[in-house]
Nanobody, 124 residues
Framework: QVQLVESGGGLVQAGGSLRLSCAAS????????MGWFRQASGKEREFVAA????????HYTDSVRGRFTISRDNAKNTVYLQMNSLKPEDTAVYYC?????????????????WGQGTQVTVSS
């Protein structure tokens, strides 16, 4: 069982930066692949980024590649999402999630554990 708690969301102007954190409970955090998803109002949840358990492989959706960076600190049971050059279209609730296995195409159904989400709002 893994419990996830996100933090770091807020209101920022376009072009600004935010760093999201996701703190995980449990001693087996390092065995899980971690991901970030987001859901804008009235839209479906979408994949943002993922990092494998070892931290040596990351994945991004095209719209954030080069602007967002996912990382993890297994000693602190925490995964991060550094978001730079934010755009109004990045506005959404961001969710952290944990998966025991990942396929080639990363989808939400691979993730068994989810946090409660943190709101990110980017003003123009």
């Amino acid at each position: 069982q893994v419990q996830l708690v996100e933090s770091g969301g807020g209101l920022v102007q376009a072009g600004g930066s935010l760093r999201l954190s996701c703190a995980a409970s449990g001693r087996t955090f390092s065995r899980y692949h971690m991901g970030w998803f987001r859901q804008a109002s009235g839209k479906e949840r979408e994949f943002v980024a993922a990092i494998r358990w070892s931290g040596d492989s990351t994945h991004y959706t095209d719209s954030v590649r080069g602007r967002f960076t996912i990382s993890r600190d297994n000693a602190k049971n925490t995964v991060y999402l550094q978001m730079n050059s934010l755009k109004p279209e990045d506005t959404a609730v961001y969710y952290c999630a944990a998966a025991q296995s990942l396929g080639v195409a990363i989808v939400g159904s691979m993730f068994a554990y989810w946090g409660q989400g943190t709101q990110v709002t980017v003003s123009s």
